[in-house]
């Protein structure tokens, strides 16, 4: 658990780690298992689960245990990440039905990327992400496209490392991290060449916020073999120039492409 | 703020009050403003908010004010609705791009539906529906399928009232409302004419969870001029029997369809 001071938790501490205690691979936990996770007494964990499970934070399941309630997600709905979502979201769909690949829109948490939706075809190309999920930035199309419009200093920290090796192909060297990120800042586009999986690549560019800084990338993830990726750099870019232009960016109204 | 006792407040209730205060039409609120809403002492808001915002589960925007943040959103994503949305996504996107029409998946929290994902295109016809929004389910056609199928004390409390009449066309009376839920389990889906806006219709079906009880409902929102609805029920039957199998539903490997 993240606490940034050596005192004891705060009960506002005790109750984000109960939330924190779910992971994507155990989306649901007994009693007992949450009073290990979260490291809180049984006694504290009961009272603590049992305030969130009446209000609906937490939901109990049949088997008992016990899951993020309906209540939370309707809050997490109202964060910034979903209101972007609901901006790109046509015009995701457009990228999606010309080619029937998987799109994906994801904002920085460096060293990582947080995907904020997921459209998936059911004969797309099978990939590691799902919407919530993280991917180090460093070795993703939307990572890249979103360490090169970052602050110098979280530009720095990623360079520092360790830079994480998915596949032998994934980009580990610092030096080499520097020069795709100047790459992308210059061309306003990345392929990233089966840094995740042997089996797929990604075309990526960014998405512009009202203020013209990078708020969010887009990428199509599509397989590696037999697909010429260059050929699908304009339908990317011109989603993310859509919903820059939504989002009130400046860059996106202007009339010279970007 | 929904407090089951009349004792003062402990903090577990206070941070989901703090969470609580955040809605769809003011998603970003200052401390001032967290204060009045959760009725706490602006120094008690302060120190919560600003454990919150530590934690990443609040993120204090330039302008100063608050926003859920992206890590409650992660947890949130873990939620048993969000699991239900991954598994239903491929049959909706396939529902979208079969009709370019509005395609929702919603869950019941009786009185009210839930909206759980929503695809719309740039062209459809606009509904009031948004992820993580919230109508009273006796006046659109998800509610209606979960209503028939909810338990039958559930069904008697919404049936009491009040019924909000939405436009001319909602189902208000009792006994209306009760005849078509029984139509609804008979005929395994509902057209729900113009009862939240004049302007648009929707056909709704059922989707089953693998014990065979009917978890969420999916829906197709037309406009109300021109459509012929009866010739989208097969798609939409269709579409939620899929999402069905995919999460176990008995029924919906059997062979005769449902």
Redo the contacts between chains.
């Keep these: 658990m993240?606490h940034?001071s050596a005192k004891a938790p705060?009960?506002?501490?005790r109750?984000?780690d109960v939330?924190?205690a779910?992971?994507?691979d155990r989306?649901s936990l007994s009693l007992s298992e949450l009073s290990r996770r979260t490291g809180l007494p049984l006694s504290t964990t009961h009272r603590?689960v049992g305030?969130?499970a009446?209000?609906g934070?937490l939901?109990r399941q049949e088997d008992g245990q016990y899951?993020?309630?309906?209540w939370?997600?309707?809050?997490?709905?109202?964060?910034?990440?979903?209101?972007l979502?609901?901006a790109a979201?046509?015009y995701l769909?457009?990228l999606?039905?010309a080619t029937h690949e998987n799109v994906q829109l994801a904002?920085l948490?460096a060293p990582e990327v947080?995907y904020v939706e997921r459209?998936?075809?059911?004969n797309a190309v099978s990939i590691l992400s799902?919407?919530?999920s993280?991917l180090d930035a460093h070795a993703t199309g939307v990572g890249l496209v979103l360490l090169a419009h970052a602050p110098a200093e979280v530009q720095e920290k990623v360079l520092a490392g360790p830079l994480k090796a998915y596949t032998p192909k994934t980009i580990c060297a610092p030096e080499q991290l520097r020069r795709v990120l100047a790459d992308v800042r210059r061309d306003g586009f990345v392929i990233s060449d089966r840094q995740v999986e042997l089996v797929s690549l990604s075309v990526a560019a960014p998405v512009y916020g009202h203020q013209d800084s990078v708020v969010a990338a887009i990428s199509i993830v599509v397989p590696a073999a037999g697909t010429e990726p260059r050929t699908l750099v304009p339908a990317v870019r011109a989603a993310a120039r859509g919903i820059s232009r939504r989002l009130g960016a400046p860059r996106a109204t202007r009339q010279p492409d970007f």
């Design positions: 993240r940034t705060s009960v506002v501490d109750v984000l939330f924190g779910f992971t994507p989306p603590i305030e969130l009446r209000r934070a939901e899951r993020v309630g309906l939370l997600w309707e809050i997490a709905s109202l964060s910034h990440g979903m209101g979502r609901e979201m046509p769909e457009d999606y039905e904002v948490d947080v459209i998936s075809g059911r799902r919407v919530g993280r």
